[in-house]
Structure formats: structure tokens, C-alpha cells
């Protein structure tokens, strides 16, 4: 048993939480959920493998996932998502990693992406690597409230304990996903002052899909390569054409009646 926690944060995250507390089994004695409000089983599944839960209105993936560090009973934290599996040797690579006098002041670990059933090998999901496993004495979440990272002044080293990463079940919770994305994207941008021209989200898109498809060679995932190349693209659309919305909005100004148009 390392000296090590493992946090989560969670709604409605039933799909694969069992899988992924089972995954974690023998690496800890400290497991933390936060929870923002989940209806269906997750705090009874975060129950059965005795996690220490706490349920917290959501401020956003960032100040979430670092009030849920702050939770942790030891230095080190492993932060996953519900979704997120270790595979079987990532459990003795870590213990290992452990052994060693010098240790730095993060990890970054390989995630393989899963759709299908299948690892998507190629495009923007196929060389995944993410700084989960991290001293929370040395750095913090960024306050994002979306695409929240680790910052740290330490040194930060790979290890090769890698996750399984199953979010989505099928395109559908693929694109619904894409849509409260989009969502929070779009406010972030504004938040920081960003403004957006009117060619911006078809230029984004087309470079996004060029990226992924061709040049991150996308195409050899075949249909499922397609399919994440063109909601990735949509993606990238939707946040700036949504900051653009945002963006023309007047709120002082009365908005014309929907129906009506100029002929």
C-alpha cells in the first residue's frame, strides 16, 4: 500500500464507476469522491468501496478537482474520472515508482481512449498523456471551468501506468457532450476578454478536422476515426460561433420577435 489517495469528481457517473474503484484496488486506503448532486447510483457504488464522500454544488472541473485534492488524507493524489479505468499493470508500475528517494512533483501517465469497444489509435485521442498522479504539496488545478490542468514548478517525469478512458458509450453522448462543452468553452472565452471574428468557427473547424483526420492520420481509425475528426471539428465550430453569439448579444436592446424576418 502506497502513501497515496485517489480523488474523484463525479455526477451521474454510474456507467463505469465500479469498474474503475475495482481497477484501484490494493493501490490505496484513501479513495475521495466529490459529488455534485448525482440522482442515480454513484454515491451507493462510491459506498460499496468505502470511499470518503462529500457532495459540493459544481464551481467548475478545476476548483472541483482541487477542492477534491484538498480532501486527500496523503501528499500524493491519483485524480481520475469515473470513466477512467487503470489497467492492470498501471497498479504495479505506480507501487514501483514509489520505491524511489527522488521523486518529482507529478507524473504524467498514458491514457488510451476507447470507443466502440475499440482503442482509438490515431487522430487527437491516440497519443493521450495527462498529469494525474501529482504531489498536492507542490502544485494546484488551474480555477478553469473546463480544461482545468495541473500547475506545478516542480519537475514532472512520464510513467508508463496507463488508463483506460471510456467516455463515451456511443456519437449520441458523444454530441451531447460536445454541446455542454461548447457551452462552457464559449463562456470562458468571453470571460477572458476573447473576441471572435465572423469567420472564426468555420476556420477553426476546418483546421481542427485537418488535424485530426490528416495530418494526426485519423483515417486509419476508420468510420470511428471519421466520426471524432467531424464532431471534434463541430466542436470547435460551436464554441466560437457560440462565443460570437454571446459576443452580439445587447441585453439593453429588446430582441426582434423570433418569427419575423426582413424581406
Known sequence: ??????????????????????????????????????????????????????????????????????????????????????????????????????????????????FHGKRIRFGDWGKDRVLRLVDQRRGRFSDDAVHEHWITDGPVRRLNAPIGHYSFENYQSMLAKLDRYSDLNARSLLARGRTVGRHEPILHAFAAFLKGYVLRLGFLDGNDGAGIALTTALGSFMKYAKTLELQQASPSKTPAAPCKHKP
Open 1 to 114: 500500500m502506497t502513501d497515496l489517495s485517489v480523488a474523484y469528481i463525479t455526477y451521474n457517473a454510474a456507467r463505469c464507476f465500479a469498474d474503475s474503484l475495482a481497477s484501484i484496488a490494493g493501490l490505496t486506503d484513501d479513495i475521495v469522491v466529490v459529488d455534485s448532486g448525482s440522482t442515480d447510483d454513484t454515491l451507493a457504488i462510491a459506498a460499496q468501496y468505502s470511499a470518503r464522500t462529500q457532495v459540493r454544488e459544481w464551481p467548475g472541473f478545476g476548483p472541483q478537482k482541487q477542492f477534491a485534492a484538498e480532501q486527500a488524507r496523503h501528499g500524493w493524489v491519483l485524480v481520475l474520472d469515473a470513466d477512467e479505468i487503470l489497467l492492470p499493470q498501471a497498479v504495479t508500475a505506480i507501487k514501483q515508482a514509489f520505491l524511489a528517494d527522488d521523486l518529482p512533483a507529478g507524473f504524467l501517465l498514458p491514457r488510451y481512449n476507447f
